[in-house]
């Protein structure tokens, strides 16, 4: 625990506690609690009462733990924090002396916080001996944003089913978590849409350097996608078909890129110049690497276009066609959605689109793939081309280009309403559509 007091607290919720201790008790029985472990505990402090299945005892009972900082002020040379305490309503936060408190995380980033915001305000890092309310309800409403994205960001690599961890950082502004957002992991199928499953797979003993038959792509008339690292060997424009659920070959098969997911520890945060939520890096990329799909809600053109009037209204859309043979259907990443949703637009990206067939090979419902354009280095912020064109090397290539946002469009991308361009490039069109 972050602190130790011994100040009584009040006996309430005892029959709750007695109630999850009775289940307990009982042999071969399971009940659902909806108490987390945390508060459980507090349950327990606040009944003074030990539990040795959550680890309450005698020795720790009347340890607290510190949520978040609330105020400073200096007195002579002592420094004292208002604590508030995880478990008890802000009536009960207490003054505190520095000596009293073990919490050096969040210690340390109470006066991160203060430094920064006092830059901001004064020009100057050197804190005052009170603070004004001002500040102290800022570094307040700080220390439950900061919670609530812990939390959010808990939420979401639960959620994932991928390798690469997610984090959440915000050092911009107060914003907390999208209101509206699920994580998903692979398309969810809009009402009267149906994902044929492949009806075959190779038989290859050795799919890169022995492919029988060609192997999947060359089953399609197609060209092996990857080089022995797993980089994409094709052309922008040229479609992926890896191998399937049907396949002889297994995990390991060098023709599984797309489908293990993402592989890398990936940042959402918050930008500085106003373009809202961004992704970045936190390991280098090599050039030609998968890196994300863009997953989420496929709908049909008719409902992208009704759901495109709205979305311009707002000034943002997440509608992406897929285009590949024909404009028949588009994802809708605005509500369900992986880490691609919170992805940015440059007129000079580092992400490229694929389209990728596995176990639906209908042109018309293709896989959204991004590949790094170049070696990303880590801490680089993640961008793709919202309106993306692809130079027809030969037929295959033409089929697809400019599909990003120009999805529920009453009419010609022409009639759209002109987006600015924050990009920062040399490139800059200074316009998205």
Known sequence: ??????????????????????????????VCCKSSWNQLQDLCRLAKLSCPSLGISKRN????????????????????YLVKWR??????????????????RILKQFHKDLERELLRRHHRSKPPRHLDPSLANYLVQK??????????????NAKRSHLGRITVENEVDLDGPPRAFVYINEYR???????????????????????AGGCCP????????????????LRAGLPIYECNSRCRCGYDCPNRVVQKGIRYDLCIFRTADGRGWGVRTLEKIRKNSFVMEYVGEIITSEEAERRGQIYDRQGATYLFDLDYVEDVYTVDAAYYGNISHFVNHSCDPNLQVYNVFIDNLDERLPRIAFFATRTIRAGEE????????????????????????????????????????????????????
């Open 218 to 233: 060359g089953a399609s008339l197609h060209k092996f996608a990857y080089n022995d690292q797993g980089q994409v060997r």
């Open 61 to 80: 009972l009347y340890d607290f733990e510190v949520e978040y900082l609330c105020d400073y002020k200096k007195i002579r040379e002592q420094e004292y």
């Open 143 to 156: 220390a439950k944003q900061r919670r609530a994205l812990r939390r959010w960001e808990q939420e979401l």
């Open 382 to 433: 993640l961008t793709f081309d919202y309106n993306m064109q692809v130079d027809p090397v030969d037929m295959e290539s033409t089929r697809m280009d400019s599909n990003f946002g120009l999805a529920g469009l009453p009419g010609s991308p022409k009639k759209r309403v002109r987006i600015e361009c924050k990009c920062g490039t040399e490139s800059c069109r200074k316009y998205l559509f």
């Open 87 to 104: 478990g008890y309503p802000d009536s009960e936060s207490t003054w505190e002396p520095r000596q009293n408190l073990k919490c050096v």
């Open 189 to 211: 199928v809009g009402e009267g849409i149906t994902l044929n499953q492949v009806a075959v797979g190779c038989e290859c003993q050795d799919c890169l350097w022995a492919p």
């Open 1 to 30: 625990m972050d602190h130790r007091r011994l100040t009584d607290r009040p006996m309430v919720w005892i029959s709750s506690l007695r109630n999850y201790r009775l289940a307990d008790l009982l042999t071969g029985c399971s």
